[in-house]
T-cell receptor, first 115, second 111 residues
Framework: GAVVSQHPSRVICKSGTSVKIECRSL??????MFWYRQFPKQSLMLMAT?????????EQGVEKDKFLINHASLTLSTLTVTSAHPEDSSFYIC???????????FGEGSRLTVL | AQKVTQAQTEISVVEKEDVTLDCVYE???????LFWYKQPPSGELVFLIR??????QNEISGRYSWNFQKSTSSFNFTITASQVVDSAVYFC????????FGAGTRLTVKP
């Protein structure tokens, strides 16, 4: 099946720094990529939807200046957590929708720990 | 508004028992997809099945089976003869223009 690569899988950073997470579709073009956040023992919460070449659409309550999403190409979307704080510590997962078929594939997830 | 409800927060069974995970959804769209994912302790999401809104045929894959009933807006998932390795959190999800997940059901299969 199609592969979505998410990097890094784990990152630890100091409070106040920015962290970038990449989501790549390795063998297909993705018209849309979704970013989710998951708190321990909770469901995935959709943060934003990004379409290639346009601005991301953020869900209510998600700070767009805090969580910068860029979808520069049909195979790459990035999530940057700016000025991270301990409350941003979470598991972040991306998914990519295949162009033409609409199938959806998930990345492996990135666990962010902010000290 | 779209919504996915997984009413069972946690289920615990003994190995070899059958178990059904419930999923009820709400949407005004006529075209949509329903998914089930497994999330083991390692955290990644494992795709199990995708069903489009026009295909109500039930599906069986090994020990897994799915019952899609549009009339009751349900897409239930049954594991037959459960095994310890089935222990995980299972998510039901609805997709049309965006994606909504249920809260997840934590399944524990005891030996």
């Amino acid at each position: 099946g199609a592969v979505v690569s998410q990097h890094p899988s784990r990152v630890i950073c100091k409070s106040g720094t920015s962290v970038k997470i990449e989501c790549r579709s390795l063998d297909f073009q993705a018209t849309t990529m979704f970013w989710y956040r998951q708190f321990p023992k909770q469901s995935l919460m959709l943060m934003a939807t990004s379409n290639e070449g346009s601005k991301a659409t953020y869900e209510q309550g998600v700070e767009k200046d805090k969580f910068l999403i860029n979808h520069a190409s049909l195979t790459l979307s990035t999530l940057t957590v700016t000025s991270a704080h301990p409350e941003d510590s979470s598991f972040y997962i991306c998914s990519a929708r295949v162009k033409n078929t609409g199938e959806l594939f998930f990345g492996e997830g990135s666990r962010l720990t902010v000290l | 508004a779209q919504k996915v409800t997984q009413a069972q927060t946690e289920i615990s069974v003994v190995e070899k028992e059958d178990v059904t995970l419930d999923c009820v959804y709400e949407t005004r769209d006529t075209t949509y997809y329903l998914f089930w994912y497994k999330q083991p302790p390692s955290g990644e999401l494992v795709f199990l099945i995708r069903r489009n809104s026009f295909d109500e045929q039930n599906e069986i894959s090994g020990r897994y089976s799915w019952n899609f009933q549009k009339s009751t807006s349900s897409f239930n998932f049954t594991i037959t003869a459960s095994q310890v390795v089935d222990s995980a959190v299972y998510f039901c999800a609805l997709i049309n223009n965006d994606m909504r997940f249920g809260a997840g059901t934590r399944l524990t299969v005891k030996p």
